[in-house]
């Protein structure tokens, strides 16, 4: 019998031929690179069998209800569920498939990236050459702190899929020189040994780090996890990063420990809310470095990652296994 889907954005191609290839299966979509409006995911996901939906898209109560009984799984196009009501979604007997571990080398390269930004102040210095604020080579001018002999912590206290992808962050920035390597969670892990990896109690990292990275997912336990407290306890030179899930840290609080000197800077791939607006306080900030969530954002990523999200909904309206299902 035909099943019903719902593609909440305009998504790359791999996903979508698996989608035509497969049989019974009616795709409607809102084909834009926009956000669908909340009016049109309503009406869309209407009897819906199958729904692929992006982190941009709260799916709660009401997109449920909206949906209706036929609903049986939500698959989306990320790693992280932070998006997804889960108790609501649990109590109705849904499925959800998700993208772990196809996504952990490119968003570990952007985080690498975004930290080297911001301490080497590159979107500083490609200012300063375009505004004519370049005058000389100068000894004092656009310094910045080097990896090399420093200490990093990562912080990590949930999952992201596998233990990956704070692995592989610390896999790339060790060739950097970085001489010790501190993290903290729930518990040790024993493969931080294959990077010398210290696990250490939070307030430790934070104090001794003079780069934090923080890559935990977005839970109760982590929301607002670095705030006053937090920064008021890094040190002043220290750099602080933020992949994950912006809820993590209180802006207000960033924005006052950036602005008073309490930390030397900061390089954010996500923030809340998300677009940021223009007139956000944060980018009014010289040492503040903002980009716009775009961790897994290479052709190929965003590609595996359109294509195991169709996958995984597909084994979802088949009643048979998906190859990244959440355990709910
Ligand atoms: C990116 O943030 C993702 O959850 O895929
Ligand atoms: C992965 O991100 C982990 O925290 O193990």
């Known amino acids: 019998k035909l099943m019903k889907v719902f593609i909440t954005r305009r998504i790359p191609q791999e996903g979508m031929k698996i989608l035509a290839a497969a049989e019974g299966c009616e795709v409607s979509q809102w084909d834009s690179d926009e956000p669908v409006p909340r009016s049109e995911l309503l009406k869309g996901v209407q009897g819906a069998h199958g729904l692929l939906c992006l982190l941009s898209d709260k799916i709660d109560q009401e997109v449920l209800d909206a949906a209706g009984p036929n609903l049986k799984v939500i698959s989306t196009m990320s790693v992280g569920f932070d998006h997804l009501v889960l108790s609501e979604i649990k109590k109705r007997g849904i499925r959800v498939g998700y993208t772990p571990d196809v996504l952990t080398d490119a968003t570990a390269e952007l985080t ?24 000389s080579w100068k000894p004092l001018w656009l310094c910045g702190y080097g990896l090399s002999g420093s200490t990093v912590g990562i912080i990590g206290l949930g999952r992201i899929g596998k233990y990956l992808f704070r692995m592989a962050i610390a896999q790339r920035l060790l060739p950097f020189g970085v001489k010790r390597l501190l993290y903290s969670g729930r518990t040790a892990k024993s493969y931080a040994a294959e990077v010398n990896g210290e696990f250490v109690p939070l307030d430790t990292l934070t104090s001794e780090s003079d780069f934090i990275v923080v890559s935990c997912s977005l839970t109760p336990e982590t929301q607002g996890l670095c705030d006053k407290a937090f920064f008021s306890k890094m040190k002043k030179t220290a750099i602080f990063i933020n992949s994950s899930r912006g809820a993590v840290v209180n802006q207000e609080d960033l924005y006052d420990a950036l602005s008073s000197g309490q930390i030397a800077a900061a390089g954010l791939d996500v923030t809340t809310p998300e677009p940021l607006p223009t007139n956000h306080p944060l980018l009014t900030l010289k040492n503040c470095v903002v980009l716009p969530h775009i961790g897994s954002a290479t052709y190929s990523t965003r590609g595996v990652m359109s294509a195991l999200a169709a996958q995984n909904l597909l084994g979802g309206l088949q009643g048979s296994d998906m190859p990244s299902e959440l355990t709910l």
């Open 112 to 135: 690498v990236a975004l930290l080297l930004a911001t301490s080497r102040r590159l979107p500083e210095g490609v200012e300063e050459v375009k505004s004519g604020g370049w005058s």
